[in-house]
């Protein structure tokens, strides 16, 4: 488990390893985190202002990963 603190709560949470930022962390200790909470309510937030669909940015998400990993 890596601890991170939440840019939005500035709280600290815990990323288990199986978490793909968890990887992130080990080569940048300085990245920015969400917690799963604050990650949730943006989510929401984003589906509310663009109408965009959970399963969209879901599959926008996995892009993101496969492009950037
Ligand atoms: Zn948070």
């Known amino acids: 488990m890596k601890k991170a603190i939440c840019i ?8 288990p390893p199986w978490d793909y ?12 985190c969400v917690c799963e ?10 589906i509310t202002v663009t109408g965009i669909s959970p399963a969209d940015l879901d599959r926008l998400d996995r892009v993101y990963r496969i492009v950037f990993k």
Do not use: V
């Open 8 to 15: 939005i709560c500035k709280k600290d949470f815990l990323i």
């Open 37 to 46: 909470r604050c990650g949730f309510s943006l989510q929401q937030e984003a």
């Open 21 to 32: 930022r968890y990887q992130e962390l080990k080569f940048n200790k300085d990245k920015p």
